[in-house]
């Protein structure tokens, strides 16, 4: 199964309910784009 790709929204309303979790429940392997991890932990 290929990676599935994640945008910002669903990675900070996630981590805002402390339910990350969800994504390897329910997606298995996870991609998530550079400019996603920039906009989402480094900003």
Do not use: K, N, Y
Not at 1 to 17: C, E, F, N, Q, Y
Not at 27 to 41: H, L, N, Y
Request: charged letters at 20%; hydrophobic letters at 50%; glycine letters at 10%.
């Amino acid at each position: 199964m290929p990676a599935t790709v994640i945008d910002s929204s669903t990675l900070i309303h996630l981590g805002g309910i402390g339910r990350l979790d969800l994504l390897r429940h329910f997606v298995g392997e996870i991609s998530i784009p550079q400019a996603v991890f920039r906009e989402v932990v480094v900003e």
